[in-house]
């Protein structure tokens, strides 16, 4: 009973013991702050790069990839059919995107990844619906700014909304307003040629560098939205939007004034149909503007064709985007032959998509499939490159490896997990992690040899007493046992208060961003270099309970010290201490 | 003054034989006790008198177990309880042996109440103090109330005055009833008032309650209130002195 009374009061008592308690507090209040913003991250990111990938991902081993994606996906099925729930074919090749920013007039160039999809099977195993933008609400500040413009509930297609139609009619408005006084101007100009009212003349400007047809001649032309197919002997032959098909197209600057000065540099490429004429422009990609979308779709992602605006009045930054539905871009990339060619078509941007993850939505298209390989001359034989696959239950996945391994030839395509294919990304994240897990138990550590350096000193300045209860009969375990619940209590006391502190700490970690940006003057945690909007964390209870834990029986080993010395003390010589 | 009732012959209660203990400090080897021994009966109230460093405290501890001899015996109602274990050293000292000393040392965290229930709270573990915090509550009070200190019961030492610390400290030593009570100059750090009042209090408690008191010090008159005196000088006895009229 003395134990425990003395036990007590001491913590009662002893102010400089909470020099203890604050350090073990602080300390388990960091470990819990950072291992669960650390899991918080981890667990997002693992989710984005899960969703977007699926579980298993088969990939043939070359760009051309493998025919007959009917008769692959059921071998697939033969061989691990009950533990899929969803499978959907794709072709992914990186490529080059053209686009011009309406602001500016530039046109740029990107490197793209395309992925050629079908939207109903990649909604089955992963969360398309999510990512696009007609299907979600706008919201800034956490207020709805635009509705979706489809109704959630809907399958994804590649038709363009109302609303894109409208900005792709106000698009061709313009240029026939353009175009009727380039031509205008022209014919002011040159009143020898024959005025060109219509559109359909097929212009010759081997002399002229003024008055350039714009692309829109194409749009009367065609009934069909097939191009001429090209004289491009392969069976493999790309159709489709091809430009390299399509008739000479001139481009004029869209904002620039109808000056004659030849623009731009030449585009020389040595298939290309223009002949190498010096004043043709570059190829722009609202050249072939007609009423109809293309036949080539794409989701484009948010990254590749926006740019962040600080408004500011506001301090507010604001999401441009270059490309709207309802544009046209251009796509190069190669063809399925061996060796590839490259080509070039255009395609209609029907929507744009964010999946949280910076990578993918700076770099990827969505493509429809029967374009795509209709544009690389994969669709005679219906050749795909990989197939994404969802499991019933990820568990599953070394069974369903092994069993599709033997489905397919060695060495004809490669089957990987999401997470092979990640491996990199993931694991990188778990060694951080793990390596600032060790660094912050250091902290503990440190807390513990200050408990140990106070105890010493309670032990020193408690010695006449522990000569008495010695004297009054007390056994030296019995000593050493106050001490250690001493050690015990402080330690209990303060991982406690650090579980409080930190748990309390993560519930408002936005809140308290918000306070440090505003106190520092500069964002902390900035969207733009991170993938997140708001700081992301996930609390294990587990992790909780072995950090305050460890950090109590930390506290327990820094009083051992102390307390052997205290058992130990001669009772006379204690009695006698000054 | 000696009543000779209390000079019984036959087996005293506890007896020091020949004790020898010598301090190492360094370099030095301090021979404190050479061969002292000492013995009461049950009941006695002896002093032992000596100059500082005449080793009395040391020959006190050494009865009390508190300290173990380089030579010689102790022994308790004729069995020898110098040897003993730690365990069995621990209980004698809390059953058999109450200790009071020059400087009270009072444990400052506890109430005077709870101080006084120390010797208890030791003996007992936590659950059988709480099964009998009752009685223990009870002796506590009454030996409080012995002394003279019920009206202090919940103050801390630090509230208290230097004779109030030291009754306090005998309603420590005393509360677990033991048999006998080592006095280390209990009135060495009081005045002589309060000195008087307190070797008042002693002869009280060993006229009523039989209890043998041996006490140190190193003031003449204090010892000459006992029942008998045993000089030690350098470390030996220098022989029995009884007061008698001549």
């Known amino acids: 009973m003395y134990k425990l009374l003395l036990c007590i009061r001491y913590l009662k008592t002893r102010y400089i013991a909470l020099a203890c308690i604050v350090s073990v507090m602080l300390g388990v209040a960091t470990m819990i702050v950072v291992n669960s913003v650390m899991a918080g991250f981890s667990t ?63 046109t740029f160039t990107q490197p793209v990844q395309i992925q050629g999809i079908d939207p109903a099977g990649k909604a089955s195993v992963g969360p398309l619906h999510d990512y696009l933008d007609s299907f979600n609400p706008v919201i800034e500040d956490g207020k709805t700014v ?38 205008s101007l022209g014919d002011s100009l040159l009143p020898g040629r024959k005025p060109s009212g219509s559109a359909s003349d097929s212009p010759d400007f081997d002399t002229q560098p003024a ?53 731009g540099e030449v585009n020389d490429m040595p298939g290309d149909s223009t002949g190498g004429n010096v004043f043709l422009a570059d190829q722009q990609p609202q050249d072939s503007i007609r009423e109809e979308p293309l036949e080539t779709r794409v989701y484009i992602g948010e990254g590749l064709v926006s740019f962040q605006v600080r408004d500011e009045e506001t301090g507010r930054t604001r999401k441009v985007m270059m490309v709207q539905p309802g544009d046209d871009v251009i796509f190069s990339t190669v063809t399925a032959k061996r060796p590839p060619e490259v080509t070039k078509f255009q395609a209609t941007v029907v929507d744009s998509f964010r999946s949280g993850m910076g990578e993918y939505d700076g770099s990827i298209v969505l493509m429809n499939l029967e374009s795509l390989q209709k544009n690389r001359g994969m669709h005679r034989n219906n050749a795909i490159t990989s197939i994404h696959i969802k499991l019933h239950d990820y568990a599953n996945a070394p069974q369903v490896l092994k ?176 | 003054m000696i009543e000779t009732e209390t000079l019984k012959v036959g087996k005293p209660l506890i007896s020091a034989d020949a004790i020898s203990k010598t301090y190492d400090k360094g370099q030095v080897k301090v021979p404190v006790l050479r061969g002292a021994g000492l013995s009461a009966q049950r009941g006695e109230f002896i002093s032992v008198i000596g100059q500082s460093g005449s080793g009395k405290s040391t020959l006190l501890h050494v009865m009390g177990l508190l300290d173990s001899p380089d030579a010689g015996e102790v022994f308790l109602d004729g069995n020898r309880i110098d040897n003993l274990a730690p365990a069995a050293r621990d209980q004698l000292r809390n ?152």
């Open chain 1, 403 to 578: 069993a599709l391994e033997q489905a397919f030839e060695p060495g004809m395509v490669s089957i990987r997990t999401w997470e092979e294919k990640q491996g990199l990304l993931l694991s990188a994240v778990e060694v951080e992690t793990a390596i600032l897990n060790v660094l912050l138990f250091m902290i503990i550590a440190v807390a513990g040899f200050g408990i140990l350096a106070i105890f010493y000193m309670i032990v020193v300045e408690k010695t006449r007493d522990i000569g008495i209860l010695k004297s009054l009969g007390a056994s030296s375990s019995g000593v050493m046992s106050i001490f250690l619940s001493y050690g015990l209590g402080l330690g209990f006391v303060g991982s406690s208060a650090g579980v409080v502190l930190g748990l309390l700490f993560v519930r408002y970690i936005n809140e308290i961003e918000d306070v440090l940006s505003w106190i520092t003057g500069r964002k902390v945690f900035d969207e733009k270099i991170y993938y997140f909007f708001e700081i992301p964390t996930s609390v294990n209870p587990w992790m909780v309970f072995w950090v305050a834990a460890g950090a109590t029986g930390i506290a327990v080993l820094a009083s051992i010290l102390p307390a052997r010395r205290a058992a130990r003390l001669h009772p006379v010589r204690a009695l006698r201490f000054e």
């Open chain 2, 95 to 246: 059953h058999v042996f109450g200790f009071i000393f020059q400087f009270y040392h009072l444990l400052p965290e506890l109430s005077l109440l709870e101080n006084v229930m120390a010797p208890l709270m030791i003996r007992h573990s936590l659950l059988g103090f709480w099964k009998n915090r009752r009685e223990i509550r009870e002796a506590a009070l009454q030996i409080t109330e012995e002394v003279g200190l019920s009206h202090r019961l919940r103050h801390r030492p630090s509230e208290l005055s230097g004779g109030e610390m030291q009754r306090g400290a005998i309603a420590r030593a005393l509360v677990a009833r033991p048999e006998i009570l080592l006095a280390d100059e209990p009135t060495g750090n009081l005045d002589a008032e309060t000195g008087a009042g307190i070797m008042e209090l002693l002869q009280r408690l060993n006229r009523d309650q039989k209890l043998t008191i041996i006490m140190v010090t190193h003031d003449e008159s204090i010892a000459a209130q006992a029942h008998r005196t045993v000089r030690l000088k350098e470390g030996r006895i220098q022989g029995v002195a009884w007061e008698d009229a001549a």
């Open chain 1, 44 to 106: 997002e990111m693992r989710d984005r790069l899960h969703n977007f990938l699926s579980d298993i991902v088969i990939e043939s081993r070359g760009t051309e990839g493998i025919p007959n994606a009917d008769v692959q996906m059921d071998r697939v099925r033969e061989a691990a059919g009950e533990y899929i729930a969803a499978m959907t074919p794709t072709i992914e090749i990186p490529g080059m995107m053209t686009f011009t920013d309406p602001w500016s007039g530039e």
């Open chain 1, 146 to 183: 635009r509705e979706p413009l489809r109704n959630p509930g809907d399958s994804v297609g590649w038709e363009l909304t109302s609303a894109g139609m409208e900005h792709r009619r106000r698009n061709q408005e313009r240029r026939r307003m353009y175009l009727r006084e380039i031509q």
């Open chain 1, 211 to 263: 008055p350039q047809q714009p692309g829109s001649a194409v749009a009367p032309q065609e009934a069909a939205p097939s191009d001429a197919p090209a004289a491009v002997p392969d069976a493999a032959a790309p159709e489709f939007d091809s430009l390299l098909t399509q008739p000479p197209e001139q481009s004029p600057e869209p904002s620039s004034e109808p000056s004659p000065e030849p623009s």
